[in-house]
């Protein structure tokens, strides 16, 4: 496709069920980026990509969350035994690499998560 | 360490009126500075960026920003506002030496009244 698409655009959960969510960079863009929006909040780094490396997993809140990235493409954000306070926004970006710098981050239109 | 404060977490302006959202950042290299806007429902998009070249920037839809290293802000201004410039702005910054991190504010929520 033309941009970042994720998946599911919704996923409501039950507390202490894992969940998959899904992201599909543009084609072409080395780096992927994850963010998590809460309500009222900002953007919160969790992670970033340059390939299938994470060079940078700072962001991740907890050892439930985890991100894998296969074939510099599709990314996968796992969150185990999720909590209420999970709830949020997750948004995927993806970037090119120009002349060594980065450029700008295209955005996909998120994954709203509600854990019950 | 770099970081982004948005003053006004919503701000309201009558439609024809000036629009000003307020940036500033912290950084320890010069950095780059990004605004961002979310339309109701939809993902983020690039309105204009200051990756060291003029200080004032214009981007898209009639948004500019000025880049003020001595009062460390990237402002975003519209002349006159319209009625579909409601959304979320998001102001961002990352390092210009990487650019692989990017730190966002907490976002402004603007509403265009009629």
């Known amino acids: 496709g033309a941009g970042v698409s994720q998946s599911p655009s919704n996923k409501v959960t039950e507390k202490g069920k894992d969940v998959e969510l899904r992201c599909d960079p543009i084609?072409?863009?080395?780096?992927l980026y994850w963010y998590r929006q809460r309500l009222g909040q900002g953007l919160e780094f969790l992670i970033y990509?340059?390939?299938?490396?994470?060079?940078?997993k700072s962001g991740l809140p907890s050892d439930r969350f985890s991100a894998e990235r296969t074939g510099e493409s599709v990314s996968t954000l796992t969150i185990q035994r999720t909590q209420q306070e999970d709830s949020a926004v997750y948004l995927c970006?993806?970037?090119?690499?120009?002349?060594?710098?980065?450029?700008?981050?295209?955005f996909g239109p998120g994954t709203r998560l509600t854990v019950l | 360490a770099q970081s982004v404060t948005q003053l006004g977490s919503h701000v309201s302006v009558s439609e024809g009126a000036l629009v000003l959202l307020r940036c500033n950042y912290s950084?320890?290299?010069?950095?780059?500075l990004f605004w961002y806007v979310q339309y109701p429902n939809q993902g983020l998009q690039l309105l204009l960026k200051?990756?060291?070249?003029?200080?004032l920037v214009k981007g898209i839809n009639g948004f500019e920003a000025e880049f003020k290293k001595s009062e460390t802000s990237f402002h975003l201004t519209k002349p006159s506002a319209h009625m579909s410039d409601a959304a979320e702005y998001f102001c961002?910054?990352?390092?210009?030496?990487?650019?692989?991190?990017?730190?966002f504010g907490t976002g402004t929520s603007l509403t265009v009244i009629p």
């Open positions: 200051y990756t060291s070249a003029a200080t």
């Open positions: 990509f340059q390939g299938n490396s994470a060079p940078d």
């Open positions: 961002a910054v990352t390092k210009s030496n990487t650019g692989n991190q990017f730190y």
């Open positions: 970006a993806s970037s090119s690499r120009l002349a060594g710098l980065y450029n700008e981050q295209f």
């Open positions: 950084s320890s290299v010069p950095p780059y």
């Open positions: 084609s072409g863009h080395t780096a």
